[in-house]
């Protein structure tokens, strides 16, 4: 007999796989994934010879510094017997392998990149250290490969695709599809003469989900503009409260120097803040002309312990839609699905800032540049926070904004309206009498 609440837990089902894989969708990036790649290019004795690639898709999210971590369970009694361009973290138990010893024994291994000022074993020029560019960043340091020989495999068998494919990068987040057979890669040789496919490839899909991910957010949105003197500031808490604790080393005011005690016992100090946040993103109105507005971005690092190397902002504002010019950043402006707004992309400029220095004793580590925006007349206003920001992003996390009604307005002009308007009534008045006077 079917119990009464079976008809509300099967929706409530339905509706928590839909909410997983809407988080897993995103409108700014459509199609971003990591994809992950076997290659087998070769048969042996006992397995096959392959290429693993870790290929970033993601428009905007990058594997930062830790970098990527691979793992998977062989489907049969597989081991690696060999691998060249990353390594597994563990050996496992080899003591009934007595001539050749593995690599690694592991039922599921784990697989890290070589560090990039490695020399040995590397595979081509290919090892990032684990890092991934984004995708719309720099497409030629967004992929990393490792060759890896399988072994035994039972005779007659052309090898079985590994389960469980897990991907960390560099933390959690990202749910992979099951590794499937798909149409053999092709690549060319011959400066392109000749097109050479492998023997059989296997691809997984890695898509990210912010829920899965669990985070403490790492960045907030302060806001400001030449026409309120009023400073919109990050929301309070935006990464967490500080602790009760007055005495705890969570945080160190400006100014006070961070004690080597502190420096050893704990990874994240920030300076204080009512916002508890690592980043902090400043956008402010400076000016407003009659063709075009400008604007100054600030990315401000809060953490005395860390620098953020490679980082990037995704900005969704309307104003994007029109001509802008970005100065001191790289820039460009990402397609999108379903969104009415614009949605650029910000990151350093090499050896320049492409590089977010950690906080001082004085000072923030920060980087900022002035935008300017051409008016769309159908569109323009400064009116209702229009000139403000939808949504930013800090190296692909949310950065929580303040709430609309908090933006900076503008100033209630009526009483200038009318100044303005008997000024010009007088103006035309004494014109009149002039002319009126000379007749």
């Not at 005690?261 to 994240?268: H, I, K, M, R, V």
């Not at 300017?372 to 206003?381: E, G, P, V």
């Not at 950065?399 to 035309?428: H, R, Y």
Request: aromatic share 10%; hydrophobic share 35%.
């Amino acid at each position: 007999m079917k119990s009464p609440l079976w008809p509300l837990l099967s929706i409530s089902v339905v509706l928590a796989t839909f909410y997983r894989l809407a988080d897993c969708y995103d409108p700014r990036d459509p199609y971003g994934n990591v994809t992950v790649v076997f290659d087998i290019h070769k048969w042996t004795d006992d397995g096959y010879l392959a290429r693993v690639t870790i290929q970033n898709y993601q428009l905007y999210r990058h594997v930062d510094k830790l970098g990527w971590q691979l793992g998977w369970t062989w489907a049969k009694d597989e081991v690696i017997w060999s691998i060249s361009g990353a390594y597994a973290t563990q050996n496992g138990n080899c003591s009934s392998f007595m001539d050749e010893i593995p690599h690694s024994c592991l039922k599921s291994p784990v697989i890290r990149d070589l560090p990039d000022s490695s020399k040995e074993n590397r595979s081509g020029d290919r090892c990032r250290g684990g890092v991934l560019s984004a995708w719309a960043v720099d497409p030629s340091e967004s992929f990393s490969s490792f060759d890896i020989r399988v072994g035994r495999l039972e005779q007659n068998t052309r090898g079985y695709p590994p389960l469980n494919l897990t991907l960390v990068a560099p933390g959690p987040g990202y749910t992979c599809s099951p590794l499937i057979d798909t149409d053999p890669t092709i690549s060319s040789d011959i400066g392109g003469r000749r097109e050479v496919q492998v023997l059989r490839t296997w691809k997984s899909a890695c898509s990210y989900s912010s829920i899965l991910a669990k985070q403490t957010p790492v960045c907030c949105v302060s806001l400001s503009s030449f026409y309120n003197p009023k400073v919109t500031g990050c929301p309070s808490c935006s990464c967490g409260c500080k602790e009760a604790d007055q005495k705890a080393d969570s945080c160190i005011s400006k100014g006070n120097h961070l004690s080597q005690s502190d420096a050893l016992g704990n990874p994240d100090i920030l300076r204080c803040s009512d916002h508890n946040c690592p980043v902090g993103i400043h956008w402010h109105v400076k000016n407003n002309y009659v063709d075009y507005w400008r604007v100054k971005l600030t990315v401000s690092n809060f953490n005395y312990k860390r620098n953020y190397s490679h980082w990037n902002l995704l900005v969704q504002h309307p104003g994007f839609s029109q001509n802008t010019i970005v100065y001191s950043f790289n820039s460009s402006l990402l397609p999108t699905a379903g969104l009415e707004d614009s949605v650029a992309l910000f990151w350093g400029i090499d050896n320049y800032n492409s590089e977010l220095q950690q906080a001082e004793k004085d000072r923030l580590g920060s980087v900022a540049t002035d935008i300017i925006l051409q008016k769309n007349r159908d569109a323009f206003t400064l009116k209702d926070g229009w000139a403000f920001p939808r949504k930013i992003y800090f190296n692909g996390e949310d950065c929580q904004m303040p709430l609309p009604d908090q933006f900076p307005t503008l100033p209630n002009d009526s009483s200038g309206l009318k100044a303005s308007a008997g000024f010009c009534i007088l103006v035309i008045a004494s014109v009149v009498a002039l002319l009126f006077g000379k007749v």
